[in-house]
């Protein structure tokens, strides 16, 4: 029979073959056997979770949990109940003590990791808040302009989800609205914003925190162990990815007490402390060493933004936010002013666009929103 290839044909052949080998080995082992080896272990001890596929691990698992959780928030959209982020025990023990384990041994580890390098020295200088940052002498007019006409809004995704968040709940909460604006206009008094009276807002700052606790935008920070490690009575096998449910501790009953659902900034009336115990419980900008690097600049930005918002004239009234339900969007809650020229638009949990009702000309926002809308009523 006569072969098919000749052996200097098999040759040439070869090394595309050895690669293709090594190739697929590597894939096998990195997706599948190191991973199965770490799932055997935490199964041997009773930690269980639904089969992973080959390439995907359980992201079609978590894709149908987060579809599932969407439309049954969807089916109540008529309500004027707030999204409530899926309450499940799966997976999850001991959350405080795991937490603090967490804090002391993970975090620490992740000092040297260059993924997530970002120029600190940079950051430190805005955030900080040295005498010359960016908020030291801004007026209104820095963020609100065109003659009120449409509302500048720019920063960074989290940062605009919480003030999209802060309004829905101040629109759904009057007697905290006229709180902090009254705080607002007491401690503002028209001057322009500097760090001094920014620090004064106590109501408004109660109010961010409470809302962060409701709706933290980062619903989870990742760990992972670089040793084995016990967590909460189980051992960890070096290389197991830990994912830390902020959301999920942040309505923990046995944290916040039977009002762990509500609304409720006074909790923050003693800071973060007498607010939670443990104070690690309160994490919306994450944990340990790699905490978030713009937490105070955040903090900033949305007390600049809320309080402006709340303070503002506009044609001898007050801005005042109000929940509205859109019925071309169905699902998507608005908040609309008295003098019915102003609607910010809050859908799937982020300030879509801030537009008047009169010229509907739209926004700019940091998500570059800029779609004009037909619809809006
Ligand atoms: C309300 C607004 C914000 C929230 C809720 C938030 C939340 C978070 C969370 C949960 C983490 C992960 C921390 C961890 O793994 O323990 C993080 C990391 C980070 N955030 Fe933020 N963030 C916000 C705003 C910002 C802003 C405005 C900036 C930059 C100007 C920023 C820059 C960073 C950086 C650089 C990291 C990585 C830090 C590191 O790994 O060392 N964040 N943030």
């Given at each position: ?290 905490t978030c690097a713009g937490q105070n600049l955040a903090m900033v930005e949305l007390k600049v933004v809320l309080s402006l918002l709340l303070s503002k004239r506009y044609k001898l009234q007050r801005f005042h936010f109000t929940m509205y339900y859109h019925w071309a969007l169905n699902r998507c809650r608005s908040i609309i002013f008295p003098d019915n020229s102003y609607m910010i638009s809050i859908h799937d949990d982020k300030i879509e666009k801030f537009s008047t009702l009169k010229n509907r000309t739209g926004i ?14």
């Open positions: 029979m006569e072969l098919l290839f000749s052996s200097q044909q098999w040759l040439a052949l070869l090394p595309p073959i050895i690669l293709c080998i090594l190739l697929f080995s590597y894939v096998y082992i990195i997706l599948w056997l190191r991973p199965e080896r770490l799932r055997q272990k935490l199964r041997s001890q009773g930690v269980r979770g639904p089969k992973p596929s080959f390439l995907f691990g359980n992201i079609p698992e978590m894709r149908r949990i987060q579809q599932l959780a969407k439309s049954a928030h969807e089916q109540e959209a008529g309500s004027t109940d707030m999204y409530l982020p899926t309450r499940s025990n799966r997976g999850i023990w001991n959350l405080d003590s795991s937490i603090r384990t967490l804090i002391l041994n993970i975090s620490k580890k992740y000092e040297h990791d260059s993924s997530t390098s970002v120029n600190k020295d940079l950051l430190h200088s805005i955030i900080q808040g040295s005498k010359d940052g960016p908020f030291a002498s801004c007026t209104p007019e820095d963020f609100i302009v065109d003659n009120c006409k449409n509302i500048y809004f720019a920063g960074h995704e989290t940062t605009s989800t919480t003030a999209a968040w802060c309004l829905m709940l101040l629109a759904s909460h009057h007697e905290w609205q006229s709180r902090a604006r009254v705080e607002s206009l007491d401690i503002c008094q028209g001057r322009p914003l500097d760090f001094d009276i920014l620090r004064k807002l106590k109501k408004l700052t109660m109010v961010i925190q409470e809302t962060l606790r409701l709706y933290p935008p980062a619903s989870f920070v990742a760990r992972e162990a670089l040793n084995d490690m016990k967590l909460g009575g189980i051992d960890i096998p070096k290389g197991t990815n830990i994912r830390i449910p902020i959301a999920m501790a942040h309505r923990d009953p046995s944290v916040w007490g039977p009002s762990a659902d509500k609304f409720d900034p006074d909790r923050f009336a003693n800071g973060i402390a007498g607010a939670c115990k443990p104070p690690h419980m309160y994490m919306p900008f994450g944990v340990g060493v790699r700019s926002s940091a998500q570059n929103n800029t779609r004009l809308d037909k619809n809006w009523r």
